[in-house]
């Protein structure tokens, strides 16, 4: 088990910037990956941001070039940095990690954080 808590949420302008941050309950350096995802309001979740375990990172086509993911490992903590924020960046943003499994037959593992909003005004 892991629990996922984002943080860094809320209400900007567009063209402004916020940090998400999701600290993790595990050492995050054991999580085969780790990303973002967002859910707007009557659409599908979808990826923002996706950092495996050997740094090979993965960004969805529109949040590139603006927004920037990373970790630390001694804070076991995942950080979303977003710049030049644009109204339809307007979602839940939830925390994911995939886990390797916990024994030798199990499955791997997904673990999602409870979601924090941005909202992004014209």
């Known amino acids: 088990q892991v629990q996922l808590v984002e943080s860094g949420g809320g209400l900007v302008q567009a063209g402004g910037s916020l940090r998400l941050s999701c600290e993790s309950s595990r050492r995050i350096f054991s999580m085969n990956s780790m990303g973002w995802y967002r859910q707007a309001s009557g659409k599908d979740r979808e990826l923002v941001a996706l950092?495996?375990?050997?740094?090979?990172?993965n960004y969805a086509d529109s949040v590139k070039g603006r927004f920037t993911i990373s970790r630390d490992y001694a804070e076991n903590t995942m950080y979303l940095q977003m710049n030049s924020l644009k109204p339809e960046d307007t979602a839940v943003y939830y925390c994911y990690a995939h886990l390797p499994p916990p024994c030798i037959e199990c499955n791997p593992l997904d673990a999602w954080g409870q979601g924090t909003l941005v909202t992004v005004s014209e």
């Open positions: 950092i495996t375990s050997s740094g090979t990172i």
